[in-house]
């Protein structure tokens, strides 16, 4: 396998802004050579999206016929959010290939192809030295902590000792290492995965929902901090999943969701607010922080008036510093637009590619030096990733609406210090 430096000389021969020659060789590559080629391909597209747009692209094309996890979910996260609008439409057209092939919506694609880390269905990694074994295996924040032959926790995995197999030993902290990367990735990506599932009202089948998101050694426990819905005939009731087959009630008892019952996130718009109100103590008494807000936090009136409106104006005029919007929009998950006028873009953007919609959050505009200085907020607007047209607040999934207004109101309240 050549390294990324080999790589990198190879992909930069070809000649940028024409499609790559060797088309040939990258469908050869794809289809033998599984994450050792994800790993090249993305360190390529990540450093070089900007000057070798056409290779990059290529490569994208390239990853949607590599059917491992790792590539899923690198294709996600790309026509999500990446700093290009072309390698973003590029990712999304891969995944939606890729899924065609399956018979499987992208959604669907992406349940079914999280990576685990190498983790068993316990969250256990065996890690062989020869002489002697270690299990990492997945505490409640999310890192690996590790065990030794009689189970006694270790700091950290050791170094190998004379008595180890050197080759193995050396195979086990790589292995490590890539886990606890790895692990932090999809924590991060599907957490916002089920964020913009609950924007979506997304709903599952019971038993797929089961087997491709609670059986998963990851997914499952950022479930298990999560509020769900069980919608069927006999009605809707409310749970939380310990397990693929234990789930509670608000008041801890163990429930069971008819066969045929479809679920969905929680959130205030499809919960009472006695409900809701029980959900809360019911994470304070077990001192549980739930994975993201969903409960009991208000809606915002909005009257006819404001939903025939194609944007939201409350806070325009809103003055606060540059890097302060920079830091807040990005903690609630929004990047940075597209330049529009050379070197300046004018506003935040956060893609929910499954409802074909980008929030954005606009603004006086900034240099893409990105000096801290004064700006003022205008206006937030949804548009449709297709076409790019706007869209009215009216036709704007509700869930969605109430938790963009709400990430435009923490933007404005919580950056609007002097400056």
Known sequence: MPSLEDYERQMMHQPAGSAIKSKGLLAFAAACGGDAVVDLATAFIRKWYGLRAAQSKALVQALGWIETPQAIQFLTATAKSFRTKGVQIEAHKALEGLASRRGWTVDELADRMVPDAGLDSAGRLTLDFGARSFVAELDPGFRLQVRDEEGKLRKDLPKPAKADDE???????????????QIRTVVREQTDRLFGAMCAEREWPLANWRAHLLAHPIVGRLCSQLVWRAVSGEGTSTLRPLSVAEWIDAQGRLVTPPSDAQIALAHDVNVPPAQAVAWLEHFADRALEPLFPQ????????????????????????????????????KLGYARGQGIDGPTFYDYRRSFPSLGLDVSVEFSGQDFLEPDRPVTLERMTFWRRDDHSRVPLGAVPRILLLESYRDLREIALTGAAPV
């Open 167 to 181: 080759e193995h030993a050396n195979q086990a902290r790589q292995s490590f290492s890539a886990a606890k990367k």
């Open 295 to 330: 409960l009991n936090r208000g809606l915002p009136e909005l009257d006819a008036v404001s939903l025939s409106a194609d944007s939201i104006d409350d806070f325009d005029g809103v003055q606060l510093g540059a890097n302060a919007l920079r830091n807040i929009a990005k």
